[in-house]
Every structure is written in C-alpha cells, then in structure tokens.
C-alpha cells in the first residue's frame, strides 16, 4: 500500500507559483500532508549561458537562503509543516523525479496565462510534468479561487471508465463534502447507439458514486461538433457556480470517442479559470461493472 506523505508545488517565486501554493494550503490542510517547494537550477537554461559555474553555485545559494526564510515566515503564517527542496538539472524531469521520490500525493503547479506564448499554451514544463507525473497535477490557471472545494466537474466519454478513475473523485468529495457532478458532451448526435450507450454509462457511473455516500448529479449536454466540447464543459462549470474543481483523464484508451488527450487537455487546462486536476489512469482492468 502507497503511503503518500507530500504536496509538491514547483516555486521559483513568480505570480503564478504564489498562487499555487496559496491554493496547496487548503488541501493540506485537509489531507494532513506536509507541502514541499521545489526550486530547479536548470543549468542548461537560456539565462545560464551568460554564467559561470562559481556564478551559478552563487545563484543557487542565494535561492536558497531566500526559500529558507520565506518557508519559515509560510510556515509561521499558515500552521503548516512546509519544506523545501533546491535541484539541478531539466525542470520538468525534476519535478517528477522529485515527486516520486518524496512519495507527493499531489503535484500543484501555476500555469501560464492563456495568452502567454509558451508551448501548447499551458507552458513547456507544465504539459510535461502532466503528461510524465505519476500522480494527479492540479494546476492553477487563475488568481482567485475559492478556499476549498464545494464540486467537482467530472466529464465522461465512452472509454472504459475503471474504479481507479472515478475513485479519485470520490476521495476528494468525501475529503472536502463536494458533490460531483457529472457531465458527457455528445457531438456524434446522429448515432443512436453512442447516444444509448452513453446515457447507460453515464447513469452507471452516477449510481456507482452515490452508493459511495457521495452526492452526485449528471448530466449529457449535445454540440454541433467536436470543437464545441471544451467550451461547452468551461461554460457548464462556470454558470454551475460552485464547481471548485474539474478532473481530467489525459491517457487515452481503447473506446469509441477518444476525449481529453493530448490538444483537448491541454486546451480546457489553458482556457479554464477553474484549477484542473489531470490523472494518467494506470491499467488497473478494474472497471464500474457490478
């Protein structure tokens, strides 16, 4: 059995990095995990050609006396136990290497602005921790959010929901006394079969949360086309009004509407205000079938 003892936030003193760790204390709170900051040197780094090694180490040092006392004046304001961490090498291996080695539960990371031109939108390291971490990476896009968590937005397609996936869920709004509500968009309007089998999933999926004691709601909104279903689930979360999180699978499997891999992931985490928790399922074959 895993025993999870951390929340990393990557840090290096920017907005959105502040903003992070603003939103990890709540979930510390709640879970009772101790929150570590991880700074990067990335040695290979544009800036770095400008340097020389003493110069780099001088760099370093001087991060780190800096993260000792802003840790110690975090650490006084909040209540909680926060470390920190000074690494070297590529930013988004280390954030991963780290993680797993200090068995971190939750990766919390800032992302970029939607208008920031950086890789996929979302920034580079980001897309890449995201798609190489080994647990969830809630990101956060926005400046204010709620201080804690009153829905989760779990959208659904027709690939093989596993216990695993929705489980994730289900620990959060029992952590937190969320509802979760439930959301398909179908775009494939004309095939009564996907229509049909969504609908039996989707009510599958809902009866399998509330025998878990966790309310829930559902709901299979239809668009005209593919490209209509971020912005169709961004302005259901929005006019719900107190969904505080939404929850995304970003490994594809086998299924007849392949959803939330790749572009689309990455579009609804740069477009949304609301934090985005992203989830590698791992094949576990265990599926919602009772």
């Known amino acids: 059995m895993e025993t999870f003892k951390n929340i990393l936030v990557p840090f290096d003193f920017r907005e959105q990095a502040e903003i992070a760790l ?28 400008f340097f020389s090694a003493d110069q780099s180490d001088e760099l370093i040092q001087k991060m780190e006396v800096e993260l000792d006392g802003f840790v110690k004046e975090k650490c006084k304001e909040t209540g909680l136990e926060i470390d920190y961490m000074v690494a070297r090498g590529k930013i988004h291996t280390k954030i ?6 200090i068995q971190a539960k939750f990766i919390v990371m800032g992302t970029a602005s939607s208008t920031s031109p950086s890789e996929n939108g979302i920034g580079a390291n980001t897309s890449r921790v995201i798609r190489n971490a080994k647990c969830p990476v809630l990101t956060i896009g926005s400046v204010h959010h709620y201080n804690g968590c009153r829905s989760i937005l779990l959208p659904l ?12 869920a289900i620990e959060l709004a029992k952590m937190f006394g969320s509802t979760i509500k439930v959301i398909t968009v179908l775009w494939s309007t004309n095939h009564k079969e996907i229509a049909g089998t969504l609908r039996a999933q989707v009510a599958q999926v809902k009866d399998f949360i509330e025998e878990r004691n966790v ?54 985490i740069r477009l949304s205000s609301i934090p985005v928790m992203s989830i590698i399922p791992k094949d576990t074959g265990d599926t919602l079938a009772r």
């Open 157 to 168: 397609d027709l690939t093989k929901e596993s216990r695993q996936k929705v489980s994730w």
């Open 215 to 268: 309310k829930c709601s559902a709901e299979i909104i239809e668009v005209n086309k593919e490209s209509e279903e971020t912005p169709t689930i961004l302005n259901y979360a929005k006019n719900q009004g107190d969904v505080d999180l939404i929850m995304i699978m970003t490994q594809q499997e086998t299924g007849l509407i392949p959803f939330f891999v790749d572009k689309q992931a990455t579009e609804l």
């Open 96 to 101: 991963v290497e780290v993680a797993e080695m």
């Open 22 to 49: 603003s939103q990890s204390y709540n979930l510390a709170r709640t879970t009772g995990l101790r929150i570590t900051l991880l700074y990067v040197h990335e040695d290979g780094g544009f800036l770095n050609k």
